[in-house]
């Protein structure tokens, strides 16, 4: 999370005197009479003007202090694009891995150049080297070069004073040790290591070895030296020496390998188009390789051995989206290959190293859990980025949206391409919401060059934000023009790094328009607007919509709006487009026919807080005359919120027959509420029993089993037996789940034999089992459970793994408190460690576990996390 430093804000803010006060010197020192005063002829007038004037230099000049300070602080605090001293052109490295003791070995070889000026130091970046003697070679002749290092960088002085003409090359053995001064990391990344050593001395059972890279943002001098900056570009080959067993991956093409006498061999990788440094990478383990292509350039899949099938299904879509984005931005994908690794405990959710995105194990799917994959939005995220950052790279981490904006707005476009405008826009509201979470408590530039660390650039303005900001750009420019100027942008700045203003001009030269406007109150400014949208029924054929702009205009924009207001006619869905630019404004919408209700953003494209005034009858009327699904969405989520259960009631026949599947999917979760209305509504419930029966999306399917388990499941376990069996284990989970309820007698046997499922969706359910039936030795199968399962399905497995040790300590309840504490100590996720934190809550009678929470929650370095805990472990000292 960015911090703000007081020092940037605006002088004005910091007023040394009340503005009433400031006024009056004002007001008195420059509207003086210049003839006497009526009366009192002798009162010195002279001398106070000379006493106001003395008072206004003093205020001015403690107010220019101020403002100097001020400004110099701010000159300091900027970040700027890092100067280019030095051209690296190609690198060589000769690496092999000292499993035991975690280390890299080395040997690199640097080609360089002086980048324009004339330079007799280079520095490089190297963090936690040992380092010998380094040769500096030219016109083939070698010599040691002096140098100094302070386990940051390599000071290097070179032997002359070399100009852009000159080509040398630096040769030199290293050990690289990564887990020395680890660092925090951000949201998106929860480490610093550059590289990671998994089990690396095998013992941890069920957990292969692995080794593999994640140099965002400036990690991957932890393992080889570099100019570790985005805004270096060179070439490259790696010679992994690596176990014959196991497989390697990295950057470009695997060009050579070489079987050594030792059971090892040495893997050639090769990439001879030039990317910056923090998207070299490597992956070593004992994968499985599913390979497909796309028009001749190989494409593969990399999993743990027993996964390939459903990497298969996983990943099946990725030939089919190379070739859709190729021809969406105009550009074939401009690599050797594409691979995508799947790997232990990644530090992300993934990482788009150039030709070779690597993954984290939530994607590790069997082929049975992989029918319900909903991975596409993350699939497509990392393949852009081969174009939208690798291709043409953000000069620097404060124009990271430049990236991270392109890849997020990628997963809304795959969606609508595939799978239809509806469920695009559900992506798209997800992530405006993503934002207007963060904006309560962070508003910041979109790019900004004042932040504390570059990891604080990644966060919910860089991806989110900048997704939705897009999106509103084409939809103002429109599609044919949009698209054009991402072909302009990356045909103009292919191989090289940018920074915001050429996507502008990109967009300018496309489009003939001037687009300051839109760059600077989105990209260079904070905030977004807040606005009061007020429609006048009161001439129905020429409807008045007033619109008010009310966020702070001392902190954010007066915004520039283009859009849209629609209405229905007969069925006939028009429209009509408006420009909002004033802080009040008022629009005739001319419709001409009679109409009862307009709707203002209709397909919700604007990144905009709305306040419109509606009543249930409103929103009734919108979910059943709007053509637009997510505007339907939309009624039937308000409606919830305006606890509206008569008009919702009225409306469940329609929401479960909607052609959106995620309107029918809500209904059945508001039915599951209130099963009541089934009892009511004989054709309700037959309804629902269809789309159990019928329903082709198995999130809604599940959804029918969860309504009519809430309802009556005794009556429906005969149709929950048989979808046990179901291949979808969102089906056949929810099934399970449903024969637990109260009255349904379930044999032993029929238990034993799920207990072997290892998916969270049928152990849950087997949990659930063991803990209301009172089933006694089942400790070692909840151990089990808990060391393979991961992701979501373990923060909602901790809560039942708790509840049966607490129920049963005899069973080894503090074996599973030192387990829970492990997770809620040690787990880089932050999800899981709250999991952990609310799993060990029904062990608060034990004064033990309720002073490590306290000393956990002093030590929590996520400070919404260190609330929660903070609030719950006062609580519970005060129940104690």
């Known amino acids: ?77 900027y970040r700027s694009s890092q100067k280019r001293e030095f051209d690296l052109l190609h690198m060589d490295l000769d690496l092999s891995f000292d ?24 520095k490089l970046d190297a963090q936690d ?66 590289l990671y050593f998994i089990d690396p001395l095998d013992t941890i059972p069920g957990k292969p070895r692995m080794i593999w890279t994640q140099g ?74 599913v390979s497909t292509s796309w028009e001749g350039i190989p494409v593969g899949y990399f999993v743990e051995k027993g996964f390939k099938d459903g990497a298969a299904e996983v990943f099946k879509n990725t030939p089919e989206m ?68 690798d291709y043409v790279t953000a000069e620097s981490w404060s124009n990271l949206t430049l990236n991270e904006a392109f890849a997020n707005y990628s997963e809304f476009l795959w969606n609508e391409y595939k799978y239809g405008p509806d469920q695009a826009k559900l992506k798209l509201i997800a992530e405006t919401e993503n934002y207007f979470n963060e904006s309560t408590f962070k508003q910041v530039d979109l790019i900004r060059f004042e932040y504390e660390d570059s990891e604080d650039m990644f966060d919910s303005h860089s991806y989110s934000k900048g997704g939705v900001i897009l999106h509103m750009l084409r939809e103002y420019l429109g599609k044919s023009v949009f698209y054009e100027g991402l072909t302009e942008y990356l045909t103009s700045n292919a191989l090289q790094s940018v920074e915001v203003h050429q996507l502008r001009l990109a967009f300018e030269k496309v489009s003939g328009e001037d687009l300051n406007w839109f760059f600077n109150q989105w990209f260079l400014d904070k905030g977004h607007p807040e606005l009061r949208v007020d429609i006048d029924y009161s001439e129905p054929e020429n409807i008045l919509i007033s619109i008010t702009q009310e966020q702070d205009l001392t902190q954010n924009p007066l915004f520039q709006i283009p859009f849209e207001i629609s209405w229905y006619v007969e069925g006939k869905r028009e429209k009509k487009q408006f420009f909002l630019n004033q802080g009040f404004q008022q629009f005739a919408l001319e419709n001409k026919v009679v109409v009862d209700q307009v709707f203002f953003d209709e397909e919700k ?36 919120s305006l606890e509206a259960n008569d008009e919702i009631k009225g409306l469940m026949g329609e929401a479960l027959s909607d052609q959106f599947w995620a309107i029918r999917e809500s209904a059945l979760r508001i039915i599951q509420g209130n099963p009541e209305w089934l009892a009511e509504d004989p054709d309700l419930e037959n309804q629902v029993f269809e789309l159990l029966e019928n329903e082709e999306k198995n999130s809604v399917k599940a959804g029918a089993i969860d309504a009519l388990a809430s309802f009556d499941a005794l009556k429906y376990q005969q149709a929950f037996r048989r979808l046990t069996n179901h291949p979808s284990y969102l089906v056949s989970g929810s099934a399970l789940m449903g024969l637990m309820e109260e009255g349904i007698l379930l044999t032993p046997e029929f238990i034993e034999q799920f207990e072997s499922e290892k998916n969270f969706r049928m152990v849950i359910p087997v949990a659930d089992h063991f803990i209301t039936a009172s089933v006694l030795g089942k400790g070692s199968w909840f151990n089990s459970h808990l060391e393979t399962l991961n992701g979501e399905g373990l923060y909602f497995y901790l809560g039942y793994y708790s509840e049966y040790f607490s129920r049963n300590p005899a069973e080894g309840s503090q074996e599973a408190i030192s387990k829970l504490f492990g997770i809620l100590e040690n787990n880089q996720k932050s999800f899981l460690r709250l999991g952990a934190f609310q799993a060990l809550l029904a062990f608060s009678d034990d004064e033990k576990v309720v002073d490590r929470l306290v000393e956990v929650s002093t030590n929590e370095t996520d400070q919404e996390l260190k609330l929660y805990f903070e609030y719950f472990v006062e609580v519970i000292k005060g129940e104690n």
Request: aromatic share 12%; glycine share 6%.
């Open 129 to 194: 080297f040992e380092l010998g003697k380094i040769n500096f070679v030219e016109n083939g002749k070698a010599v040691d070069l002096a140098y100094g290092y302070d386990d940051q960088l390599i000071q290097l002085y070179l032997p002359r004073e070399l100009t852009e003409k000159d080509t040398f090359s630096l040769i030199f053995d290293y050990k690289a040790f990564p887990n020395r001064n680890p660092g925090g990391g951000s949201e998106a990344i929860s480490d610093t290591k550059g």
């Open 605 to 640: 494209n604007i990144l905009a807080d709305v306040t419109i005034s509606k009543d249930k009858e409103s929103y009734r009327k919108q979910f059943i005359s709007s053509q637009v699904g997510i505007s339907r969405y939309e009624a039937l989520d308000s409606l919830i």
């Open 1 to 77: 999370m960015i911090r703000q430093n007081s020092y940037l804000q605006p002088y004005w803010q910091k007023c040394i005197l009340p503005a009433s006060i400031l006024f009056s010197l004002v007001f008195l020192t420059s509207c003086k009479s210049t003839e006497k005063a009526s009366s009192n002829e002798n009162f010195p007038t002279e001398g106070m003007e000379i006493a106001f004037q003395n008072d206004l230099a003093e205020v001015d000049s403690v107010g220019m202090e101020r403002l100097r300070i001020s400004k110099e602080r701010a000159i300091e605090a």
């Open 322 to 389: 190379i070739g859709f984005f190729s021809d969406l931005v105009g550009v074939r994908y401009p690599w050797p290959k594409y691979d995508q690794i799947v790997v232990r405990d990644f530090v992300s959710g993934a990482m788009e190293n150039t030709t070779a995105s690597i993954f984290m194990e939530e994607l590790r799917l069997n082929e049975r859990e992989a029918i319900d994959s909903e991975w596409d939005y993350i699939i497509a995220h990392e393949l852009f980025h081969q174009w939208f950052g």
């Open 216 to 289: 965002e943002t400036m990690h991957n001098s932890k393992w080889f030296p570099t100019i570790d900056h985005p805004n270096e570009r060179f070439t490259q080959r790696l010679n992994l020496t690596v176990a014959d067993s196991l497989v390697s991956i990295s950057n470009g093409e695997l060009v050579e390998q070489k079987e050594l006498e030792n059971g090892f061999r040495i893997d050639s990788w090769e990439l001879l188009t030039p990317h910056a440094p923090y998207l070299v990478a490597l992956a070593i383990g004992d994968f499985e390789k």
């Open 99 to 122: 499993y035991v003791n975690q280390v890299v070995i080395g040997h690199a070889e640097l080609q360089l150049k002086p980048f324009k000026y004339a330079q007799k130091v280079l």
